[in-house]
């Protein structure tokens, strides 16, 4: 069997219909499940670790937190073959499912807390390496300076007790 194909002459290539378009925007995946969750659409438990393939989407592109890309990821139950929808959610360090299921447990988290992470004071008060050996360092000579009144009040109690 050959497999060569015919081109006519008036054959212009660039008026072919685009689909690589999508295959550039979602990417195929095999990803493990970060939690366990419940399949609302059959009600199936799905444990944490569970393999799945799956289509990771960036969503839109001027929609970041934190300066990471937010993607969403599709993937199909177990059981029922719904589609189960998550999202990323780096400010939590966690994902947010959208669509289809629902998690087993879910961190309870106070909106101050969201806005104290956001606030420069918050980041200023994280120590850099520095600060830390600073640190080490005043601690060491605050240290080093009470062994060295100890004995002069030890003397001075001696020297007390001497006189009575």
């Known amino acids: 069997m ?5 081109f006519p002459p008036d054959f212009d290539p660039t008026k072919l219909p685009q689909t690589s378009r999508y295959c550039k925007k979602v990417q195929r995946v ?11 659409n059959c009600g199936n438990h799905i444990n944490r670790g569970t393999k799945f393939n799956s289509r990771k989407e960036d969503v839109a592109a001027g929609e970041t937190d934190l300066g990471i890309q ?3 990821f599709y993937f199909k139950c ?8 998550m999202k990323s959610d780096p400010n939590h360090s966690d994902y947010i499912f959208e669509f289809g299921a629902t ?8 909106e101050d807390e969201v806005v104290l992470k956001r ?3 918050f980041k200023r008060s994280v120590h850099s390496p520095l600060d830390i050996i600073d640190a080490l360092e005043k601690w ?5 300076q009470k062994e060295n009144e100890k004995p002069l009040a030890a003397q001075e109690k001696k020297f007390i007790l001497y006189l009575c």
């Open 119 to 121: 606030t420069p004071e």
């Open 70 to 72: 937010i993607s969403r």
């Open 103 to 110: 998690t087993n447990f879910q961190p309870l988290r106070s």
């Open 140 to 144: 060491r000579h605050d240290a080093a």
């Open 78 to 85: 177990n059981r029922c073959d719904a589609e189960l929808v």
């Open 30 to 40: 095999i990803m493990k499940l970060p939690m366990s969750i419940w399949c609302k």
């Open 2 to 6: 050959v497999l060569n194909t015919y």
